[in-house]
């Protein structure tokens, strides 16, 4: 079961990029996905093949996921997480969300 609070559903910045498909989120908590921390700051975020690649300054971190489609627009960027457990990122002013794969019981 997903637990929703506001420490877990944080709203992000979001611009899309034209050409790269990238956006700028911001994590205002420390999240684990699939096994990587990424720290609370901003990062911008685009999907290469089966990653979601996490790019803040020089660092760059790759982490698996998948590109889904929603049946409708989200309004906002809002991360879903569960026990600091990032469990997908819903882009706002798309239909897009990226989904990682992570068990949970």
């Not at 709203?11 to 205002?28: C, E, F, K, P, W």
């Not at 690649?53 to 409708?72: C, H, M, Q």
């Not at 469990?87 to 989904?99: C, N, R």
């Amino acid at each position: 079961m997903i637990r929703f609070t506001s420490r877990m559903i944080c709203l992000a910045t979001l611009a899309l990029g034209i050409a790269s498909a990238a956006y700028d989120v911001t994590l205002y908590d420390n999240v684990t996905a699939n096994g990587t921390q990424l720290k609370a700051g901003t990062y911008q975020v685009e999907m290469q093949g089966n990653m979601a690649v996490f790019k803040s300054g020089e660092k760059t971190i790759a982490i698996p996921a998948t590109l889904a489609k929603s049946d409708s627009t989200y309004t906002s960027t809002v991360f879903i997480s569960q026990r600091s457990k990032l469990i997908e990122i819903d882009l706002g002013g798309t239909q897009d969300k990226i989904v990682f794969a992570t068990a949970t019981k």
